[in-house]
């Protein structure tokens, strides 16, 4: 296992904020400008920063088409970014030493505890890969055990659950050790998660019918070439599942696709057909990059899903939020993303989440009034 590299906890910024801004965004791979803005300014260092990131989702993945040196372009990165895919890119690039992702109970898209991960670039293709075979990554076709360009970061998984006892929480903070500097990003869906793709064609049940479409295996054995194998079989899948679903939404239809007619030509021709006649009293055609995005989610069982009560959030919030935060140091800034308009956090509950989530932030550390740049897409 690559040792991680150590990092001193000790910088000194050479300017500080006077108080610690809060920025709130829609989107969340929108709060990286504000870091790296914060990186830019020597308020965080360049290098080992800690995230701490409190989410449904790990939004640690890369996207496959990314260059190693598209990771590493600085601000030029921003563009290329998407929810999901946000967190690596910025620990290739140094930003990030350490990534802790705290998980809601109904969240497990890693297993808890520590591992150290190496990312950096394939040395065949030059493409983002990490050396980490987690199912996670290997869904993605992300794995790579030839990396060039390497930077190393540690990852802790840990459940912070509205259930637990105020000792236990306690308990936690003290084992995560954050140290300063680190950034609090909250994405309010950590405290009530929706799933868009549940209602994507649900009178057939379209979510749970693509999983044998985009289900795949893991390796039989822990050896390189047995992952490699894996990762060069699941690409194959996912190219042509793109090149199938392009077709779809270039066509609305497969008969004429250029392509081999294999097994997966034909699952996906079957599933298209009801989608077609689902929407048949629709004047749009079906959004088929939406039904293929919806599938590229079935791994692990899908995507989590917990519309939480009022009361539910409440404890999560002013009681299980508030006293781990008490027992954490202060940031140096903070992120908050709402994902209420691609349907993560119910839109008819964010506003309360964020109204306490920000009460909280206020009432334990010294904090500006919040930027609500949300407000101002396309304005400001």
Not at 31 to 50: C, D, H, M, R
Not at 63 to 92: C, F, H, T, Y
Not at 109 to 135: C, M, W
Not at 291 to 307: E, K
Request: proline content about 6%.
């Amino acid at each position: 296992m690559p040792k991680i590299t150590k990092y001193d906890n000790s910088f000194q910024p050479t300017k500080q904020y006077k108080k610690i801004p809060i920025h709130v965004v829609e989107e969340h791979n929108d709060v990286l400008q504000f870091i790296y803005s914060a990186i830019g300014g020597k308020k965080l260092p360049l290098e080992g920063n800690t995230l701490l990131h409190l989410d449904a989702h790990p939004d640690m993945l890369i996207d496959r088409k990314m260059k190693g040196e598209e990771a590493r372009s600085g601000k030029k990165l921003l563009p290329l970014l998407q929810i999901e895919n946000w967190i690596v890119p910025a620990a290739a690039a140094g930003h990030m030493g350490r990534i802790v992702w705290l998980r809601p109970p109904w969240a497990r898209q890693f297993s808890d505890g520590s591992r150290v991960i190496q990312v950096g670039d394939d040395a065949k293709t030059g493409l983002l890969r990490l050396d980490s075979k987690e199912p996670y990554y290997l869904s993605d076709a992300l794995y790579s055990s030839e990396l060039v360009n390497k930077r190393t970061f540690e990852l802790t998984v840990a459940e912070l659950s509205g259930s637990t006892n105020l000792c236990s929480i306690k308990e936690l903070a003290d084992k995560l050790n954050i140290s300063q500097p680190y950034i609090l990003d909250i994405d309010l869906d950590f405290f009530s998660t929706g799933n868009p793709f549940l209602l994507l064609y649900g009178n057939i049940d379209l979510y749970n019918r693509l999983g044998p479409i985009f289900d795949f295996e893991l390796p039989k054995d822990e050896s390189d070439e047995s992952f490699e194998n894996i990762v060069k079989a699941r690409e194959e899948q996912l190219n042509e599942l793109e090149n199938l679903f392009q077709h779809l939404e270039k066509h609305n239809s497969l008969t004429n696709y250029p392509g081999e007619k294999t097994e997966l030509f034909h699952k996906v021709s079957s599933i298209a057909s009801e989608v077609l006649a689902e929407a048949g009293g629709d004047n749009e055609p079906p959004d088929w990059w939406a039904v293929y995005a919806g599938g590229c989610t079935r791994d692990q069982g899908g995507l989590p899903y917990h519309i939480s009560t009022k009361d539910e959030i409440e404890k999560s919030i002013s009681d299980c939020l508030a006293h781990f935060l008490k027992n954490l140091p202060p940031p140096v800034l903070i992120t908050i993303a709402r994902s209420t308009e691609d349907g993560y956090c119910p839109s008819d509950q964010v506003d309360f989440i964020q109204s306490l989530v920000l009460e909280v932030l206020k009432n334990t550390f010294d904090t500006d009034d919040p930027m609500l740049h949300y407000l101002c897409v396309n304005t400001c």
